[in-house]
């Protein structure tokens, strides 16, 4: 059975750095592109950027382009979503979703439960 | 990027009803389209892909329609179960961007 199982929630003052989590089952984690989305709070989904996981080859979304890395590590499974600087802007959910690559498109069909990161003072 | 304009924002309905939401793009995606339907408190649920494909394990009244730049997801007999919000999105190139989203509620 396919599960992505995100981090737990975090809290971080302003300008801490952050790295969050989202754990592939399923022994198809270099078959799949891994894509990074947030929901501020009472808002709509925002794509952030992807990563294919057999060669960490990434796109990101220009909003977030510069303020976000995304990486992965095939040997456990794992996408990451990195910030260096938080921001208090950075509160809300984020969620992993995955996609086949080529001509399959990009249909997210199975996603994590979603990681909370609250960046207060 | 490519906008994405979900009409109606919100939308009150009735156990029964027949209820159909619009997307449009602000280009021409051909039929790359995207519908997901999400609780609160949970991650979004794919219910179309590629406009029309109803993904596996979603009841047959949900059904979706379009291509090009107009795009519908009609829910034939609302359930308790689908009040919830509703997001397109589109494929056609990098962004990727959705909807702004329409929030299905009981009347």
């Known amino acids: 059975e396919v599960q992505l199982v995100q981090s737990g929630a975090e809290v971080k003052k302003p300008g801490e750095s952050l790295r969050i989590s989202c754990k592939v089952s399923g022994n198809t984690f270099t078959t799949y592109w891994i894509s990074w989305v947030r929901q501020m709070p009472g808002k709509g989904l925002e794509w952030m950027g992807r990563i294919d996981p057999s060669d960490s080859y990434t796109n990101y979304s220009p909003s977030f382009q510069g303020h976000i890395t995304i990486s992965a590590d095939k040997s456990i499974s794992t996408a990451y979503l990195q910030w260096s600087s938080l921001q208090a802007s950075d509160t809300a959910m984020y969620y992993c979703?995955?996609?086949?690559?080529?001509?399959?498109?990009?249909?997210?069909?199975?996603w994590g439960q979603g990681t909370l990161v609250t960046v207060s003072s | 990027d490519i906008q994405m304009t979900q009409s109606p924002s919100s939308l009150s309905a009735s156990v029964g009803d027949r209820v159909t939401i619009t997307c449009q793009a602000s280009q021409d995606i051909s039929k790359f389209l995207n519908w997901y339907q999400q609780k609160p408190g949970k991650a979004p649920n794919l219910l179309i892909y590629d406009a029309s494909n109803l993904e596996t394990g979603v009841p047959s009244r949900f059904s979706g329609s379009g291509s090009g730049t107009d795009f519908t997801l009609t829910i034939s007999s609302l359930q308790p179960e689908d009040f919830a919000t509703y997001y397109c999105q589109h494929y056609n190139n990098l962004p990727i961007t959705f909807g702004q989203g329409t929030r299905l509620e009981i009347k």
């Open positions: 979703a995955r996609h086949l690559g080529g001509s399959s498109g990009v249909v997210f069909d199975y």
